[in-house]
């Protein structure tokens, strides 16, 4: 397995941030960690070696992110000054982060990514593929949560809150709009498992599925057993499922 690590200064965060990517061929994912993780935080788990199959037959590349979730999601400070920094860190990603791993891979400007994550990397991706659909075509999110206003503890919802909110704006998603078309062209999977530690994240992958129910988004939801909990395990057991027959 190709891998290849880089450090790259951010004018928009206005520090270095690493990233890594995976293979030599195929599609581009984006791999989201989990709440705090770091971009190795996937391959520490060794999750890229139950796929490594994929990778070594060319059929999918990953790129690994760190995320910004200590100075935004973790941090208990206003929300005001939390969401700006989440949406500094999305123009990175989009503006900065992928254009050089699409350059970097030797691929079109225009092409569109793959994006996955598990738990909190899961609404990441999620949010990303909802408010991005012509930049991600493939989703893969394992027990994410979408209701993000138990992190509101100001009762400031401002509006990049709002836009970094899943269950709020898609909520007010007119049925006849352009973007449905998009998601429902893209091969996307929210999945979540019904036992221990997935309550929360149970709770809003269930409204999500009701919410695609009346808007008219063909997004799976797929809801596995009570013996699935929160955990890497999971996981690895719903990467192998799904991931063969995305790319």
């Given at each position: 397995?190709?891998?290849?690590?880089y450090?790259?200064?951010?004018?928009?965060?206005?520090?270095e941030m690493?990233?890594?990517?995976y293979?030599?061929?195929?599609?581009?994912?984006?791999v989201i960690p989990c709440?705090?993780?770091r971009f190795?935080?996937w391959?520490?788990?060794?999750?890229?070696?139950l796929?490594?199959?994929?990778?070594?037959?060319?059929?999918?590349?990953?790129l690994t992110?760190d995320?910004?979730?200590a100075e935004?999601?973790?941090?208990?400070g206003?929300?005001?000054?939390?969401?700006h920094?989440?949406?500094?860190?999305?123009?990175?990603?989009l503006?900065?982060?992928?254009?050089?791993?699409l350059?970097k891979?030797g691929?079109?400007e225009?092409?569109?990514?793959?994006?996955?994550?598990?738990?909190m990397?899961a609404?990441?991706a999620?949010n990303r593929?909802?408010?991005?659909?012509?930049?991600f075509?493939?989703?893969l999110?394992?027990?994410?949560l979408?209701?993000?206003?138990?992190y509101?503890?100001?009762?400031?919802?401002?509006?990049?809150?709002?836009?970094?909110?899943?269950l709020?704006y898609l909520e007010?998603?007119?049925p006849?709009?352009?973007?449905?078309?998009?998601y429902?062209?893209?091969?996307?999977?929210?999945?979540?498992g019904q036992?221990a530690?997935?309550n929360e994240?149970?709770?809003?992958?269930?409204?999500l599925?009701?919410?695609?129910?009346?808007?008219?988004?063909?997004?799976e939801?797929?809801?596995?057993?009570?013996d699935t909990?929160?955990?890497?395990?999971s996981?690895?057991?719903?990467?192998?499922?799904?991931?063969?027959?995305?790319?």
């Amino acid at each position: 397995m190709q891998v290849r690590y880089y450090k790259e200064y951010s004018s928009i965060l206005g520090r270095e941030m690493e990233f890594k990517l995976y293979g030599h061929a195929g599609p581009l994912c984006l791999v989201i960690p989990c709440q705090d993780g770091r971009f190795f935080e996937w391959e520490d788990r060794r999750m890229f070696d139950l796929v490594s199959g994929l990778i070594d037959e060319g059929r999918i590349q990953f790129l690994t992110v760190d995320s910004v979730d200590a100075e935004t999601w973790s941090s208990f400070g206003p929300t005001e000054g939390r969401m700006h920094r989440l949406e500094a860190w999305n123009r990175y990603v989009l503006d900065e982060l992928i254009p050089s791993a699409l350059w970097k891979t030797g691929k079109p400007e225009a092409e569109p990514l793959m994006v996955m994550g598990a738990s909190m990397g899961a609404y990441h991706a999620v949010n990303r593929f909802f408010r991005h659909p012509w930049r991600f075509s493939r989703l893969l999110a394992l027990s994410g949560l979408y209701d993000m206003s138990r992190y509101v503890y100001d009762s400031c919802y401002t509006k990049e809150f709002h836009i970094n909110n899943p269950l709020a704006y898609l909520e007010e998603l007119d049925p006849q709009d352009e973007r449905i078309s998009l998601y429902n062209a893209a091969d996307a999977r929210i999945v979540i498992g019904q036992g221990a530690w997935e309550n929360e994240c149970l709770e809003d992958t269930r409204k999500l599925a009701d919410l695609f129910w009346r808007k008219g988004i063909q997004v799976e939801t797929c809801f596995w057993g009570y013996d699935t909990p929160h955990d890497w395990p999971s996981w690895e057991r719903q990467l192998l499922e799904y991931l063969p027959h995305m790319v």
